[in-house]
């Protein structure tokens, strides 16, 4: 399948009369439809919640667009329960799923009244000497080994920091409620990026049957399951999509089969989704500054990788599309390359590309997610700004681009921005 930006090459041109690239755009229309149809794929649920985790792409603008969805914020950091807090999302619209969490993190969370979701057994204690525990809590699992989905996706849960394992999460379950904690949530995370229809349904089977145990052996009321994130998307072009009602449906199946059985009829469905949310409705859009033919022929950008990490960091495919060449043949074998004095810093490695010429403006696909968020100031490279592509066609810039003012502000010291003297 082809990737089309939902950009043209006439509006970036009007647009960098304004906002000069490199900058990433977001496709409101996009994001409200997919939306839509996630919640949709998990409508037989009458509890079910989306918690959009902030992380993919904490932007208060993106994150209103969510809510208005119906979407909660799922959180790990002081400042995105602060974002979280900003857009008017509290209570039960949080949820905090963080781990290595510093006390006053979950204050701040207790404040707000948000669902705290304890990544270790130890945290009970240590939430019991913060504050009252909250009626409503849950805690992250990890079945360790390693897990197999379909067509050779695998992760090893074994080998990750998070969760605890089957007897610690009862322990902690036990705890909580001499503590206080009336309904309870289990929450897992085993692998990223699934481009299958069966992750969901598959972990919904092993947390709904650990539930199950923990009802019969505890007698504890657990009232939400949370799936968490996970859901891929397909950043090469001939990748099979997923099929959000055929999960949703997955998922169905799974509840009908496990928990219904067994008068666990009550629970509500959350998930976490961060990339299936809104990866594919952003764009980080640069243009071709330099050509250089070495021992390979190389188109450098003016973007780099601390606009968009994950090729240098995970070697990341992101499919590129040369703006007013569309349809031009694929017939030049290029290196794209940002400017970094670091040579994994390229969106592109042996791409066959049509012919790019300086000045020429390139769409990376699949940045709304895990793109501008990673962003880093390595060799001094600034953040670029966020556009917003409304439903009505008009762009609106949702951040601007940090200016070398802002670099400088952590130190203050330059004749031109004050000095630490002063
Ligand atoms: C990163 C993360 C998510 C979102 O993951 P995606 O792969 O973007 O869907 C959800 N929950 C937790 C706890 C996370 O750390």
């Given at each position: 399948m082809a990737k089309i930006p939902f950009v043209t090459k006439d509006q970036v041109i009007e647009i960098a009369k304004t906002c000069p690239t490199p900058f990433h755009i977001y496709d409101e229309k996009g994001i409200r439809e997919n939306a839509r149809l996630v919640r949709k794929a998990f409508s037989w649920n009458p509890g079910y919640r989306e918690y959009f985790a902030v992380k993919a792409t904490p932007n208060p603008y993106l994150m209103k667009i969510l809510a208005e969805e119906g979407c909660g914020m799922d959180c790990s950091s002081l400042t995105e329960l602060m974002l979280s807090e900003a857009i008017g999302?509290?209570?039960?619209?949080?949820?905090?799923?963080?781990?290595?969490?510093?006390?006053?993190?979950?204050?701040?969370?207790?404040?707000?009244?948000?669902?705290?979701?304890?990544?270790?057994?130890?945290?009970?204690d240590f939430l019991a000497g913060l504050m009252e525990i909250p009626k409503k809590i849950s805690c992250r699992f990890n079945p360790g080994g390693?897990?197999?989905?379909?067509?050779?996706?695998?992760?090893?849960?074994?080998d990750a920091k998070y969760g605890m394992t089957r007897d610690q999460i009862k322990e902690a379950f036990r705890r909580l409620r001499e503590l206080g904690a009336e309904e309870f949530g289990i929450h897992s995370f085993l692998v990223s990026n699934t481009v299958t229809n069966d992750y969901y349904p598959m972990l919904a089977k092993q947390l709904f049957e650990l539930a199950v145990e923990i009802k019969e052996e505890i007698g504890v009321h657990i009232t939400f399951i949370n799936l968490s994130g996970g859901v891929g998307i397909p950043y090469l072009p001939d990748q099979e999509p997923n099929d959000i009602l055929a999960i949703g449906e997955g998922?169905?199946?799974?509840?009908?089969?496990?928990?219904?059985?067994?008068?666990?009829?009550?629970?509500?469905?959350y998930t976490e989704m961060g990339r299936f949310m809104m990866a594919p409705y952003g764009h980080l859009v640069t243009q071709a500054i330099h050509e250089k033919h070495i021992y390979k022929e190389y188109i450098g950008v003016d973007a780099c990788a601390a606009n968009l990490m994950r090729p240098a960091m995970y070697g990341a495919y992101h499919h590129i599309t040369v703006l007013g060449k569309e349809d031009a043949?694929?017939?030049?074998?290029?290196?794209?390359?940002?400017?970094?004095?670091?040579?994994?810093?390229?969106?592109?490695?042996?791409?066959?590309?049509?012919?790019?010429?300086?000045?020429?403006?390139?769409?990376?696909?699949?940045?709304?997610?895990?793109?501008?968020?990673?962003?880093?100031?390595?060799?001094?490279?600034?953040?670029?700004a966020e556009l917003l592509l409304q439903e009505d066609g008009?762009?609106?810039?949702?951040?601007?681009?940090?200016?070398?003012?802002?670099?400088?502000?952590?130190?203050?010291?330059?004749?031109?921005?004050?000095?630490?003297?002063?």
């Open positions: 999302c509290t209570g039960e619209n949080i949820m905090f799923s963080s781990n290595v969490t510093p006390a006053e993190e979950y204050v701040k969370c207790g404040e707000l009244g948000g669902l705290i979701n304890l990544d270790d057994l130890t945290h009970v390693v897990v197999t989905v379909s067509n050779g996706i695998m992760d090893n849960p074994g998922v169905r199946r799974v509840y009908e089969e496990i928990l219904v059985p067994n008068g666990m009829d009550d629970v509500a469905i043949p694929c017939d030049h074998l290029y290196d794209v390359t940002g400017s970094l004095c670091e040579n994994n810093d390229k969106f592109a490695i042996d791409r066959m590309l049509p012919k790019i010429e300086k000045g020429d403006y390139l769409v990376i696909h699949d940045t709304g997610a895990h793109g501008f968020s990673m962003g880093y100031n390595y060799n001094g490279r600034l953040r670029s008009s762009v609106k810039m949702i951040r601007r681009a940090e200016t070398p003012k802002d670099y400088f502000a952590t130190f203050d010291f330059s004749p031109e921005y004050g000095s630490l003297a002063e």
